[in-house]
Nanobody
Framework: QVQLVESGGGLVQPGDSLTLSCAHS????????MGWFRQVPGKEREFVAG????????YLTDSVKGRFTISKNNAMNTAYLQMSSLKPEDTAVYYC???????????????????WGQGTQVTVSS
């Protein structure tokens, strides 16, 4: 069973940087495609970033391109979402997600994943 634990959220000012981590246990991390979602109360959950099992394919939603980077370290069993130039509209609860994948592809929908973290709050405010 895949278990995911997120960390790294917090309160930062606009323009600051933050790195979220998603630590995995249970299965071979290199078989997992990973994704990051975020949700604001009252709004739909948004797919922010995705990465294929070996990192060969990556996706970032338009609103974070140039500011966020997704990566995964298979040796460390951890995925990351590096966020810079943060804006107040980035404020949300961020979730990581994982699913076993035999191909070098990315899953874009929440329900396509098999495991999700507990979420970590990111607040961007002056």
């Amino acid at each position: 069973q895949v278990q995911l634990v997120e960390s790294g959220g917090g309160l930062v000012q606009p323009g600051d940087s933050l790195t979220l981590s998603c630590a995995h246990s249970g299965r071979t991390f290199s078989t997992l495609a990973m994704g990051w979602f975020r949700q604001v109360p009252g709004k739909e959950r948004e797919f922010v970033a995705g990465i294929s099992r070996f990192g060969g394919t990556r996706y970032l939603t338009d609103s974070v391109k140039g500011r966020f980077t997704i990566s995964k370290n298979n040796a460390m069993n951890t995925a990351y979402l590096q966020m810079s130039s943060l804006k107040p509209e980035d404020t949300a609860v961020y979730y990581c997600a994982a699913v076993e994948s035999q191909a070098n592809n990315i899953m874009y929908k929440w329900e396509s994943y098999a495991a999700w973290g507990q979420g970590t709050q990111v607040t961007v405010s002056s």
